[in-house]
């Protein structure tokens, strides 16, 4: 049976670790949260006291936490894990972090003699409950072959993307994030002046949907109340995805943008429309939320 250190079980790793344990994995688990802990640990994983305990004896060690931060005080110094685990223990960071950090761990697995890769999701909550995430991984083929004999349990196998070397995983992170960000403004304005010239934003979605306009915003997140179900407009814009997170994926891609000398404009100014949202206290809201500022009938 193999077993998976699991550290980091919020909204993501929570239902993450609990995937594996359905595909029949031991998970040691740790999070600061005792909550978080509980929840896992009542779907069977072993509570461990510390990172340190919940990696002893290994095969794999999994990560998923907030930010670059968090991941480099867990993994690396004198109190880190990389110090105790066993010449050649795989370990998969999947949190969204910077790449700068991405390619300093991988740094320091390498010194330690340990496979490393970042292999950040994309899909959200729902996707990590149904295991059916899409994950980029940075780092060599020998590890992205090892990493994906685990992943599949959490993610569909065919969006398991070898992105590239070290840090690659959180490169394609950044730059689909900024996509996204842009193409949901832009859906947003698009169905706002539909409307306010008397267009129906359910006709018009089917008709962007149907032409050059289509994207990934208007077919499965419609920021338009009520035009698809399920989705958060629909639900007085709760998350899916909160504003919060968007804007930390935004300054990441900002940030690479800037040390790469790459114009990113658009991808600036969906940065700034998302702090503003932040600034007027929506962080906890979906990012769809962009709509109601655009239309404000709706709140
Ligand atoms: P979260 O805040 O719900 O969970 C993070 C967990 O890490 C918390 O339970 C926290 O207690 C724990 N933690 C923090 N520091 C720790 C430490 N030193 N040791 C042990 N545990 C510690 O966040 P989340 O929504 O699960 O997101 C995790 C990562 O996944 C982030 O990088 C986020 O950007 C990324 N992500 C989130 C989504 C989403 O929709 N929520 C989608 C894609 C990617």
Redesign the pocket.
């Known amino acids: 049976m193999r077993k998976v250190a699991f550290?980091?079980?919020?909204?993501?790793?929570g239902p993450m670790a609990k995937n594996l344990l359905r595909a029949g994995c031991m998970v040691t688990a740790?999070?600061?949260?005792d909550a978080?802990l509980s929840d896992v640990a009542s779907a069977g994983a072993i509570r461990a006291e510390s990172?340190q305990g919940a990696v002893e004896g290994a095969d794999v060690v999994l990560s998923?936490?907030?930010?670059g931060k968090?991941v480099k005080?867990?993994m690396l110094g004198d109190d880190g894990i990389f110090a105790r685990l066993p010449v050649g223990t795989l370990v998969l960071d999947?949190?969204?972090?910077d790449a700068a950090t991405a390619r300093e761990l991988h740094e320091a697995a390498r010194l330690s003699q340990l496979a490393f890769m970042d292999t950040?999701?994309?899909g959200?909550?729902a996707a990590a409950q149904a295991g059916t995430l899409a994950f980029m991984c940075g780092g060599t083929p020998e590890a992205f072959a090892r990493a994906k004999d685990v992943l599949k349990a959490m993610g569909n196998e065919e969006k398991i993307f070898h992105a590239g070397p070290d840090g690659a995983g959180q490169v394609a992170k950044a730059a689909n994030n900024m996509l996204l960000a842009i193409h949901m403004i832009g859906t947003c304005e698009a169905l706002a002046m539909g409307a306010a010239n008397g267009l129906d934003p359910s006709v018009q979605s089917e008709i962007m949907k149907a032409s050059s306009g289509n994207n990934w915003s208007l077919q499965v997140y419609n920021p338009w109340p009520g035009v698809l179900a399920g989705a958060p407009a629909g639900n007085d814009y709760k998350p899916g995805?909160m504003v919060d997170?968007m804007a930390?994926?935004l300054g990441l891609a900002i940030e690479l943008a800037d040390q790469s000398a790459v114009n990113a404009a658009f991808g600036r100014q969906a940065h700034a429309v998302y702090t503003a949202l932040q600034d007027e206290g929506l962080g906890g809201d979906d990012f769809s939320i962009v709509m109601r500022s655009l239309v404000k009938t709706f709140s």
């Open positions: 550290i980091g079980l919020g909204n993501m790793g740790f999070d600061l949260s978080a990172a998923m936490l907030p930010a968090h005080a867990v999947a949190s969204t972090i950040p999701v994309s959200g909550v995805f997170l930390k994926d």
